[in-house]
């Protein structure tokens, strides 16, 4: 294990970020990354159809950002989306951590605790936004993802 570094601890946190917005699309981040580059060190001539984890987190992320702009879609800061959040981000965290010769308890410890400030601060900051300036939920929802997507390819670029 190595010192924890300001850089490891950022592309953990940045994870978690992702994590207290869209509580699916941290671990499917990561499990995506980790798969594509198990793919590019097997170097297998004709790919098998396969079902993987990262194929499972993908589906399950692509509901969340589908329901997500459902008028009936419950505000992440309830408790079970908090829930939700904090243990994505633990996962995300823990498996960064490791793959960063981070301990990974340390990864969950900061992935999960920036997942749930995130939760509130990007709650908070777009019930605002598209109350004071008119722009429509869904349409907020979009941008959020575009960002949270950026932010969550940009951390990974050093895992």
Request: charged content about 20%; proline content about 4%; hydrophobic content about 45%.
């Amino acid at each position: 294990m190595s010192k924890l570094t300001l850089s490891d601890t950022l592309t953990i946190a940045s994870l978690g970020v992702v994590a207290g917005s869209r509580a699916m699309l941290a671990p499917t981040l990561v499990s995506r990354h980790l798969q594509a580059q198990k793919d590019k060190n097997e170097k297998t001539g004709i790919s098998q159809p396969r079902i993987t984890k990262a194929g499972i987190w993908t589906i399950l992320s692509a509901g969340e950002l589908i329901g997500d702009k459902m008028p009936l879609a419950p505000d992440r800061i309830k408790p079970l989306g908090l829930i939700g959040r904090g243990i994505s981000g633990g996962l995300a965290g823990a498996q960064v951590g490791k793959q960063l010769q981070q301990k990974a308890w340390v990864g969950a410890l900061i992935g999960s605790a920036t997942a749930l400030g995130a939760a509130y601060l990007l709650w908070y900051t777009r019930t605002r936004l598209t109350k004071h300036t008119k722009i429509p939920d869904g349409v907020a929802g979009i941008v959020e993802d575009a960002l949270m997507l950026c932010l969550g390819y940009k951390a990974l670029q050093r895992v």
